[in-house]
């Protein structure tokens, strides 16, 4: 049977490598798309699991890891500070914008460099501390992806210009750093953070010094960073249906593409279908030539599929930056979105032909 | 002699449209095994008609057909289906062969539909070579139809109804798009497959030479055969 199917494929190869193409540009969508919100996700949560603080002290209703929010008073620093238990506060700007290249999104963080680098055990490897309004440091990373280094300039906020004067590293929250006064001048908020990093004396003792701050500042918002950081996934709004609506919509483009592809190799086969029935091929045998087709098209699909999904992957990361991991799980997804979408697509066609009446097929023209 | 085929009382009606189209009208025909039978009569008569009936593509609309002691006509259309790929070879006018496989590969094709589930799916290799050593296409074993002559492709078309033995072909004006010689070549075949592997073989045919290499011919009009006055036993 599986000459025949070889040798199908090989009288219209143009149709096969369109239906080809349809089940891969399903997979594509399905690898590229879970394999950077995976990449970008777990990267944020690498980076966020060098931070050495336990908690975060917010607003209520300012959103924790993607915010751009500015309304904390930095008066709460001194405050914090105070408190029994806590052995330091450093406030934080996070802000959040597109990536110069178009693509993606840029973090940077307006932090009091000493304070910020003594909490969460951080150095300089080369250069020193940002001081000035248009200086950052960057980690090891942006250096490495952006291809830059110590007395390199950067576009931040649009077109400002900012010197990179220090990189550092390990990698912890935002890849860009300015002190806290110089986003603050940039943002026209003076006075004002997105958070407060608050690290305790005893690390067990996070629970109860929450207590303490809610206690003394009340109607405020007090999290663990060990939970923020867990839930990073779902801190991105509507990711989780985001990828399902895109699993779904890959598998209806790869059952269309087979199903339309197959459908016309049904029309065009009429004859050598009736041949079949008058050499007695069951239903069941015309039904598995078909599927055979279709899933021979899926496989090779599921192959070109992949490899593109690498290749793409790996270039992006390389010109933006952008990080991609691939999971099994997605992988195994994509494989049966490929394989079950083109087997399904196939199955109204080759129901379609098993049902044929013989003689009118065999006088089709 | 057995009989092997057996119609009786053949009605056949097609609705096109609104209205009822007769094509067959009360058939009765019985087939000895091992008979090479004529079947011949004007365009439109039926032939083609009782062929199909007769290798159960189609289903009368009266009468029974027993094929080898089985009832066709009672039977469902998987089991029609099954009956036809243990004991029925089709020859065509148009050839009908797959294009995109070689001779060999049309006769494997058909090997493997035969073969059903219970085939090793490679069938038999020395008995293809056989049947194409016999009808002199040795050499084109490995060619696909659109490299032979229309002649060739008509061998390889009765290489593939004879190569799974079955009991029974049916031919519908197998030499129809055939010149002299090549009629000739195929006609001889059929003879040889006859004499040789006592098959019984029902051609439908308009060549009053083809008809006369046979060892019966029935004649058809107007959806009936002609008895007993054009039924000519040679």
């Known amino acids: 049977m599986l000459d025949l199917v070889a040798a199908n494929i090989r009288q219209r190869p143009v149709r096969a490598l369109v239906s080809v193409a349809g089940v891969a540009l399903g997979v594509c969508l399905v690898m590229l798309f879970t394999g950077l919100a995976r990449g970008m996700s777990n990267d944020l949560q690498r980076r966020s699991s060098n931070m050495r603080a336990e908690l975060f002290f917010t607003r209520p209703g300012s959103k924790e890891m993607m915010t751009s929010t500015v309304n904390l008073s930095t008066k709460y620093v001194e405050e914090l500070r105070k408190i029994e238990g806590v052995e330091a506060a450093v406030p934080v700007i996070r802000y959040i914008s597109q990536g110069n290249r178009g693509f993606g999104y840029e973090q940077i963080e307006g932090v009091d460099w000493a304070a910020y680098a003594s909490m969460n055990n951080m150095r300089i490897v080369r250069g020193r501390a940002p001081e000035a309004v248009d200086e950052v440091v960057i980690d090891e990373t942006k250096a490495r992806n952006n291809k830059t280094d110590v007395g390199g300039e950067i576009q931040i906020f649009g077109n400002r210009s900012y010197r990179i004067v220090g990189i550092y590293t390990p990698e912890s929250g935002a890849r860009i750093k300015m002190s806290l006064a110089a986003m603050q001048d940039a943002l026209e908020t003076q006075d004002k953070c997105s958070y407060i990093l608050v690290k305790c004396k005893n690390t067990g003792e996070g629970r109860v010094v929450a207590e303490r701050i809610d206690a003394a500042l009340p109607g405020n918002k007090i999290q663990f960073t060990s939970e923020i950081i867990l839930n990073i996934e779902k801190s991105i709004p509507y990711l989780g249906v985001f990828l399902k609506t895109l699993v779904g919509l890959s598998a209806i483009v790869s059952a269309l593409v087979v199903m339309l592809a197959m459908y016309t190799t049904i029309t065009e086969r009429t004859r050598e279908i009736g041949v079949l029935k008058a050499l007695g091929a069951s239903r069941g045998y015309i039904i598995a030539v078909i599927e055979q087709e279709a899933i021979v098209i899926s496989l090779l699909g599921l192959v070109v599929g992949f490899t593109v999904s690498f290749v793409a992957g790996f270039l992006i990361q390389r010109v933006y930056g952008l990080v991609f991991e691939y999971g099994w799980t997605w992988a195994v997804i994509a494989a049966l979105i490929g394989l079950g979408g083109g087997a399904l697509g196939a199955l109204y066609p080759a129901m379609r032909a098993a049902n044929l009446d013989a003689v009118s097929a065999l006088s089709y023209e | ?234």
Do not use: W
């Open chain 2, 1 to 234: 002699m057995r009989t092997i085929v057996k119609a009786e009382n053949l009605e056949k009606t097609y609705r096109i449209g609104s209205v009822d189209v007769p094509a067959l009208r009360g058939v009765t025909l019985e087939v000895e095994e091992g008979e090479f039978l004529a079947i011949m009569g004007p365009s439109g008569c039926g032939k083609s008609t009782l062929l199909h009936l007769l290798g159960g593509l189609l289903t009368p609309t009266s009468g029974r057909i027993t094929i080898d002691d089985e009832d066709l006509t009672a039977s469902s259309d998987a089991r029609r289906t099954d009956i036809r790929r243990r004991k029925i070879g089709f020859v065509f006018q148009r050839f009908n062969l797959f294009p995109t496989l070689t001779a060999d590969g049309n006769l494997r094709l058909a090997e493997r539909i035969h073969a059903g589930s219970g085939g090793n799916g490679m069938g038999d290799a020395e008995r293809r070579r056989e049947v194409l050593r016999l009808l002199q296409l040795e050499d084109k074993m490995h060619h696909k139809p659109l490299e032979m002559s229309g002649g060739e492709q008509q061998r390889v078309a009765l290489a593939r109804a004879v190569v799974t033995r079955p009991a029974i072909i049916l031919a519908d004006e197998p030499t129809g798009n055939l010149d002299t010689e090549n009629s000739a070549i195929v006609l001889n075949m059929f003879q040889e497959m006859n004499f040789r592997f006592n098959q019984t073989i029902i051609m439908i045919t308009h060549n009053p030479e083809a008809a006369a290499m046979c060892r019966r011919i029935v004649q058809m009009r107007d959806g009936q055969i002609i008895a007993p006055i054009a039924t000519i036993q040679i």
